[in-house]
């Protein structure tokens, strides 16, 4: 996707002259190959520093919340998705920002990428087409992109923004081979016991860094519940007290996580925790049909009711 | 001096184990980790180094201090009491020369001479420090720049280097000849010295960053303070807490009570000055309530807080962790040479200070 670069670079260019935008939110080149820095330029002088590649992989919008001025902002489908979610939450105004879409191909999972190459410092990554070709100290490799995407990635149902000003490209065909919950129904035939334990291994590592926190951008609350004073909920890393933590987040984000993996992609642990708000996205689609992001028409699952809902708890 | 092949080094190291707790680097997944040595454990030498660091060998992330009872029948009720803790004799082998200077930087706050942490110090004195010397540095470390180096061998009791085929280990204090003794090997000979030599050189080479230490120790604090670069490099910070739990130097805590029924317990945690609530006040009122304070606060603390009341340069070894795990790129490197290169009239900001 690195293709995309000069388009962007040109449309914010076009943004700051037509004085659309008074800021540009997307990305700039950084020290870590697999990390490329979020980057917020208010100077059209500047836009030259932006770029795109299949490394693009935090959520931008988590940078949104709660900015004033008229924000040109890089989206791929989930980022979008993520932004929908914000305007029907009221953390931004649809006018406020302009969308510049990107049809998205993919992210390169950088653990897969480490396990290949047994954890080898990559000093820079380039791509071409389908393919992408690692370069380290003195060893260089090329790979299919294909097989080192995101698990998100290779399950993704809407690559292509659902709103958007602008394309860079024109939009791409969302793979349809794999089912989308399969992982989560892997899960489910576990026994209680079984679960429990799968639990207890996957967030094993977890050093309550809260980073997968900190990047969605749907935890957005002033204070989060684990920070809270009252009621208490214990900081150690104690099973109990890292679960509490990780399933109370999880059912937050019950029918808006768009599934952009950033939660994942920034574990300095590797917790699938990625899995544990997947489960909700399944239900909410079996149960109502329910997608998350997807209309600026509705409001969201779990905050609105129909007095016509044929459940009689209501 | 001596030599050990590998497979002899590791068999006395598990002999080593039955008396000691002995932390080695053990591969998980796609990184290492320290794990204590037990018979289904197998140490993996050839990492570059362990993802998180080994303070939490002396430091624990979450640990009881004390614990107590609510129990007005208990006659020992509201008295606070030491929890019990593990105070065996220790080896750390396998860490890293910036992990080991690390400790010796962690050292200024738990071990000074008005306090002493009582649990650190403890622990402190039971390990032993037994260093690998760090044949590959990465791009990201800066290990010489900061007063360590690849071979340094600041802080530790042995220093082992790997030749290939076997370790040349090298003891620097009594701790360090005793596990000498108990390893065994033959003699070094002069050709493993000369290989270790030049291992040296090729690693010292490898580091080759440009940091301007020296010029941003001599700006006044106030006037780094007051900079007008916080704004624009706190952008992409998550404010997550991976910078400050991976570094081997930061040392801040936050001390909870956290009660069950009738008895509670008092646990230090781990805390970090890159969340909001580390500076919460009870008034409600945050000092450092805004992002760009916290990313501020993390880079005065290491690079002239520290250095202004240690004299012992800045609260990094370099091990370059927090730039290579940071999801947002928040290189210290950059922000050194940046602050280090700023213009400003210090004559004048260094006077005042608007915060």
Known sequence: ???????????????????????????????????????????????????????????????????????????????????????????????????????????????KVLRRIEGKEVLRIEEEGESFKVICDGFEERFKKEDFLQENCLSCTHPNPVIYDELVADPVTPRSERPVYKDVEEIEKKSPKEKRSYIEQAIEGCIRCYACRNVCPHCYCPTCFIDEKIPYFGKSIDFVDTLTFHIIRAMHLAGRCTDCGSCERVCPMGIPIRIFVKKLNKDAFELFSWQSGMSLEKGQLLSTYRRDDYDDFI | ???????????????????????????????????????????????????????????????????????????DAYILKEAKKDFSPQIIVGIRPCDAHAFQIVKQNFDTPEYKDPWWTKRYSLTTFIGLACNSPRSSCFCLKVGGGPFSEKGLDAIMYDLGEGFLIKDITDKGRDFLDKIGGDEAKKEHLEKAEKLKKEAEEKIKVDLKIEDLLKRPVLSVFESDIWNSVSFPCITCGICTFLCPTCWCFDIQDEVYGKRGDRIRNWDSCM?????????????????????????????????????????????????????????????????????????????????
């Not at chain 1, 820095?37 to 100077?43: E, G, H, K, N």
């Open chain 2, 275 to 355: 969340f909001p609530i580390f500076t919460l006040h009870a008034s409600g009122y945050n000092p450092r309530g805004e992002k760009f304070r916290r990313v501020r606060q993390r880079f005065m603390h290491k690079l002239k807080y520290y250095p202004e009341r240690y004299k012992k340069g800045i609260q990094c070894s370099g091990c370059g962790r927090c730039i290579m795990y940071c999801p947002t790129n928040m290189d210290i490197r950059r922000i050194i040479n940046m602050l280090a290169e700023e213009k400003r009239n210090e004559s004048i900001s260094s006077l005042s200070c608007k915060d």
């Open chain 1, 1 to 111: 996707m690195e293709g995309y670069t000069e388009k962007i670079r040109q449309i914010a260019k076009r943004l700051f002259e037509e004085k659309r935008i008074d800021i540009f939110i997307g990305y700039e080149k950084g020290t870590n190959p697999f990390f490329p820095r979020p980057t917020l330029i208010s100077d059209p002088q500047e836009v030259e520093k932006l770029i795109w590649n299949s490394n693009c992989g935090l959520n931008l919008c988590t940078y949104l919340t709660g900015r004033k001025e008229r924000i040109g902002i890089v989206a791929t489908g989930c980022v979008s998705r993520s932004i929908v979610n914000h305007i029907i939450e009221n953390q931004i105004k649809r006018e406020k920002i302009y969308i510049v879409g990107i049809p998205c191909k993919g992210i390169i999972d950088y653990r």
């Open chain 2, 1 to 75: 001096m001596r030599f050990v092949l590998k497979d002899d080094f590791l068999k006395k190291l598990r002999e080593i184990s039955k008396n000691y707790k002995v932390f080695v680097p053990v591969k998980k997944d796609y990184f290492h980790l320290f794990q204590e040595l037990k018979d289904d454990i197998l140490p993996d030498f050839s990492f570059f180094n362990t993802k998180l660091s080994p303070k939490s060998i002396l430091f624990p992330q979450s640990e009881r201090m004390f614990e107590y009872s609510l129990d007005k029948d208990d006659p």
